[in-house]
């Protein structure tokens, strides 16, 4: 068995820690150029089994015509069959090169739709051709070295904070005789800055945007996708607005306003709670910056506190305090808008 890696563009082995605790190191290291090849064959699956706890992932072991086997995951053997033959005692058809999907190896068919891809963006990184920052178009969509393609919303200032470490009086009764110190955060500017924004994973079936802001392009995008303002623009923009590396955060604009029912009912309704022995802890504030920790039974969809600790039950006594209407006009809650300096809010802590 073999493990494949590979070269980055700074010509350091990727995951070369793993790589060499894995390796034999009586066996010198071979390296291969990672040009289309034919011959491969696939020998057979290993893994998917359990023993106690353990569960291995269901691999397919190849072999490559070079003199050594490697695995695939059974995603990748399904991708493989899809854009080539596997012709019984010859092997797969075709060339094949390698190539990673995260952290994973894949076997790449040179007739797949991916490979004609990978091909063109790698003519494209390799022509050095970089994009100038003359070149930037206000909403206009780049691509970067890692495949991701960007809109790029301006230049702005950046903002971000400073922390300078102050030391307090030491306490008297201080067992260990330590320094102790408090930080105080002072708001900067770091200068003009190129800003970028891309459409980043779902997590929660919750559309994420991520945030690029560099100081000078240098390498960093290698095409121009287009020159066109995106029709995200002006979404993308407000969502900028909203940011702290857009606009320092204004501490005196934070107001706390009361719930309605409806918007109470709202917020337990879309909480994602676990059905624990424990109970969902359940944050809530009753007067600004007082807060009161609750729990929720997901089995009687009702709130309660944690008493005295029963050892009989092991575990802590309930004191129930009622289902949502009951928490309304017991603790009167609220909850606080934080805003940016340019007036736009920032979050609402709940």
């Given at each position: 068995m073999a493990y494949v890696t590979y070269y980055d563009v700074k010509g350091k082995v990727r995951k070369e820690t793993s790589w060499e605790n894995w390796r034999d190191k009586k066996i010198d290291p071979v390296d291969h150029d990672n040009i289309p090849t034919s011959d491969f064959v696939l020998n057979k699956k290993v893994g998917d089994y359990v023993s106690d706890w353990n569960h291995r992932q269901a691999y397919v072991r190849v072999y490559d015509p070079r003199g050594f086997e490697f695995e695939i995951t059974i995603e990748n053997l399904l991708y493989i069959l899809e854009n080539a033959n596997s012709i019984k005692g010859k092997g797969l058809e075709g060339q094949f090169i390698y190539g990673w999907d995260g952290k994973d190896l894949v076997l790449l068919p040179v007739d797949s739709p991916d490979y004609k891809e990978i091909s063109t963006f790698n003519k494209i990184l390799h022509s050095k051709n970089f994009v100038k920052s003359k070149d930037?178009?206000?909403?206009?969509t780049y691509k970067s070295k890692d495949n991701k393609e960007w809109i790029y919303m301006g230049r702005f200032d950046l903002k971000d904070t400073k922390s300078?470490?102050?030391?307090?009086?030491?306490?008297?009764?201080?067992?260990?005789?330590?320094?102790?110190?408090?930080?105080?955060?002072?708001?900067?500017?770091?200068?003009?800055?190129?800003?970028?924004?891309?459409?980043?994973e779902y997590s929660w079936d919750i559309k994420s945007l991520k945030l690029l802001t560099i100081k000078s392009l240098g390498d960093r995008f290698i095409e121009c996708v287009s020159s066109e303002c995106a029709?995200?623009?002006?979404?993308?923009?407000?969502?900028?607005?909203?940011?702290?590396?857009?606009?320092?955060?204004?501490?005196?604009?934070?107001e706390w306003i009361n719930y309605s029912l409806d918007e109470?009912?709202?917020?337990?309704?879309?909480?994602k709670f676990t059905e624990s022995r424990w109970g969902s802890r359940f944050d809530i504030y009753k007067a600004p910056e007082i807060r009161?920790?609750?729990?929720?039974?997901?089995?009687?969809?009702?709130?309660?506190?944690?008493?005295?600790?029963?050892?009989?039950?092991?575990?802590?006594?309930?004191?129930?305090?009622?289902?949502?209407?009951d928490v309304f006009n017991l603790y009167e809650p609220v909850y606080k808008n934080e805003y940016l300096e340019n007036g736009k809010i920032f979050r609402r802590v709940k």
């Amino acid at each position: 068995m073999a493990y494949v890696t590979y070269y980055d563009v700074k010509g350091k082995v990727r995951k070369e820690t793993s790589w060499e605790n894995w390796r034999d190191k009586k066996i010198d290291p071979v390296d291969h150029d990672n040009i289309p090849t034919s011959d491969f064959v696939l020998n057979k699956k290993v893994g998917d089994y359990v023993s106690d706890w353990n569960h291995r992932q269901a691999y397919v072991r190849v072999y490559d015509p070079r003199g050594f086997e490697f695995e695939i995951t059974i995603e990748n053997l399904l991708y493989i069959l899809e854009n080539a033959n596997s012709i019984k005692g010859k092997g797969l058809e075709g060339q094949f090169i390698y190539g990673w999907d995260g952290k994973d190896l894949v076997l790449l068919p040179v007739d797949s739709p991916d490979y004609k891809e990978i091909s063109t963006f790698n003519k494209i990184l390799h022509s050095k051709n970089f994009v100038k920052s003359k070149d930037l178009s206000v909403g206009g969509t780049y691509k970067s070295k890692d495949n991701k393609e960007w809109i790029y919303m301006g230049r702005f200032d950046l903002k971000d904070t400073k922390s300078e470490r102050v030391e307090e009086e030491r306490k008297s009764n201080d067992y260990w005789n330590r320094t102790n110190y408090s930080y105080i955060y002072h708001k900067i500017s770091k200068g003009k800055y190129y800003f970028f924004v891309r459409e980043g994973e779902y997590s929660w079936d919750i559309k994420s945007l991520k945030l690029l802001t560099i100081k000078s392009l240098g390498d960093r995008f290698i095409e121009c996708v287009s020159s066109e303002c995106a029709s995200e623009y002006s979404e993308h923009f407000d969502w900028l607005e909203r940011q702290t590396e857009y606009s320092h955060r204004d501490e005196s604009r934070d107001e706390w306003i009361n719930y309605s029912l409806d918007e109470l009912v709202e917020r337990v309704s879309t909480t994602k709670f676990t059905e624990s022995r424990w109970g969902s802890r359940f944050d809530i504030y009753k007067a600004p910056e007082i807060r009161e920790e609750l729990r929720y039974d997901v089995k009687t969809n009702q709130f309660y506190k944690e008493g005295k600790w029963d050892k009989d039950k092991n575990e802590y006594e309930k004191l129930y305090v009622g289902n949502v209407l009951d928490v309304f006009n017991l603790y009167e809650p609220v909850y606080k808008n934080e805003y940016l300096e340019n007036g736009k809010i920032f979050r609402r802590v709940k």
